[in-house]
């Protein structure tokens, strides 16, 4: 996972790519890493990168359909912004977007493991 501030971004906003080892991995794994649910965390936004086809709809905990987004080829680009506050007042740190980005992304491919 990269974390990166792309320099046409504003202050605030963030660009978050995450790489798979897919290599060898059936289609049905390919299949299971679409529509992931989006993480809600308090003063952060995540969206799929602009014009990008990582977007997608996704089926939340609780049953009810929300954001989601999808690896393609084992690749996904997101978009974070700080929402409601200045970054700098921003208690949500990008290490912990990163995290549970992290931890929906592994809890998916955790049935492929061996």
Known sequence: MEVTVPPTYQY?????AITLDAAGVSGTF???MTGLPMPVLPHRVIVAASGEPWMCAAKNRDGTIGSGFSFIDGH???????SGIDERSNRTAMREVARVLAAV?????QPFLS
Do not use: F, P
């Not at 605030?12 to 978050?16: D, K, Q, S, T």
């Not at 996904?76 to 700080?82: A, F, N, R, S």
């Open 76 to 82: 996904c680009e997101l978009d974070v912004y700080t």
């Open 12 to 16: 605030g906003a963030w660009r978050v």
């Open 30 to 32: 390919h299949k299971a």
């Open 105 to 109: 992304t592994y809890e998916r491919i």
